[in-house]
């Protein structure tokens, strides 16, 4: 299974396991958002055994950012490797979502 | 100069990206020097050239096929990636750094493409992109494309 779903406390941790591309992003999508209509409103996604995201994987991170803070609530991500991160900077959404550098600093203050 | 060549005909399957990219990936990693460029810049390029002719150019419809041919020559990749669909003016693509667009959930593909590699070309119809990325450039850094980010 490519995204494994926990909790910690009251923040729902999402972990992407290979790739979130075009072909499994729908997966995640529906993940999450089943989570935040039960009310769930604390998201963390942990990159950290995560290899590549393409720019389908990167469209859903945006929209399910939009559709969080509509519901009030909010999205980390945590541990990108360097190439994940200049994917990131590349797009400028590093602008637009919170990124900690382990999960532990992304859990702090969520 | 040692040059290879390949091509495939895929279905537009977008399930089939990922296990081509890697044939592909594989078989560059065999005829020329191992880098990062390769292994990040060219990637990230096959498959958003991918996904775009499977998704957009071929629209998912199944009986229309997506053509990559790929030349391996010395240190230079290029690769040509076509569909069967009508084509698109690229120029008409909206930068997706542009503030007004960040919250747009699509229209990165051909901005990563563009930064990544050291050319991107589309044909006057538009169904077909040839990407060239110099794997000698930059000194392996992964931001050496031909566009400006």
Same mark, same amino acid.
């Given at each position: 299974?490519p995204?494994?779903?926990?909790?910690?406390?009251?923040?729902?941790?999402?972990?992407?396991?290979?790739?979130l591309i075009?072909g499994n992003r729908?997966e995640l999508?529906?993940?999450?958002?089943?989570?935040?209509?039960?009310?769930?409103?604390?998201?963390?996604?942990?990159?950290?055994?995560?290899?590549?995201?393409?720019?389908? @994987?990167?469209?859903?991170?945006?929209?399910?950012?939009?559709?969080?803070?509509?519901?009030?609530?909010?999205?980390?991500?945590?541990?990108?490797?360097?190439?994940? =991160?200049?994917?990131?900077?590349?797009?400028?959404?590093?602008?637009?979502?919170?990124?900690?550098?382990? =999960?532990?600093?992304?859990?702090? @203050?969520? | 100069?040692?040059?290879?060549?390949?091509?495939?005909?895929?279905?537009?399957?977008?399930?089939?990206?990922?296990?081509?990219?890697?044939?592909?990936?594989?078989?560059?990693?065999?005829?020329?020097?191992?880098?990062?460029?390769?292994?990040?810049?060219?990637?990230?390029?096959?498959?958003?050239?991918?996904?775009?002719?499977? *998704?957009?150019?071929?629209?998912?419809?199944?009986?229309?096929?997506?053509?990559?041919?790929?030349?391996?020559?010395?240190?230079?990749?290029?690769?040509?990636?076509?569909?069967?669909?009508?084509?698109?003016?690229?120029?008409?693509?909206?930068?997706?750094?542009?503030?007004?667009?960040?919250?747009?959930?699509? @229209?990165?593909?051909?901005?990563?493409?563009?930064?990544?590699?050291?050319?991107?070309?589309?044909?006057? =119809?538009?169904?077909?992109?040839?990407?060239?990325?110099?794997?000698?450039?930059?000194?392996?850094?992964? *931001?050496?494309?031909?566009?400006?980010?």
């Amino acid at each position: 299974m490519p995204f494994q779903v926990s909790k910690t406390g009251d923040v729902t941790v999402v972990d992407v396991d290979g790739q979130l591309i075009v072909g499994n992003r729908q997966e995640l999508k529906q993940k999450v958002l089943e989570e935040l209509e039960a009310g769930e409103r604390k998201f963390l996604i942990d990159f950290s055994n995560t290899g590549y995201i393409d720019s389908s @994987g990167l469209g859903v991170l945006v929209s399910l950012s939009k559709k969080i803070r509509e519901k009030g609530g909010e999205l980390r991500l945590a541990g990108l490797n360097e190439d994940l =991160r200049t994917l990131f900077e590349l797009t400028k959404l590093d602008t637009l979502f919170r990124i900690a550098e382990s =999960r532990e600093e992304a859990l702090q @203050g969520l | 100069m040692e040059t290879t060549e390949l091509t495939l005909e895929l279905p537009s399957d977008i399930r089939s990206i990922e296990q081509a990219v890697d044939y592909v990936m594989e078989r560059c990693s065999a005829c020329c020097r191992h880098g990062h460029r390769l292994h990040f810049n060219f990637r990230v390029g096959l498959t958003e050239a991918l996904a775009n002719a499977m *998704l957009y150019g071929n629209g998912h419809d199944p009986h229309k096929r997506v053509r990559v041919e790929v030349r391996v020559a010395g240190e230079e990749i290029t690769a040509r990636v076509t569909d069967e669909g009508d084509g698109f003016d690229p120029s008409g693509v909206p930068d997706p750094t542009h503030p007004g667009n960040l919250l747009k959930p699509c @229209g990165r593909g051909i901005y990563l493409m563009r930064s990544l590699m050291d050319e991107v070309e589309f044909n006057d =119809r538009g169904n077909s992109v040839t990407l060239v990325l110099r794997l000698d450039e930059g000194g392996g850094e992964p *931001l050496a494309g031909g566009a400006s980010a």
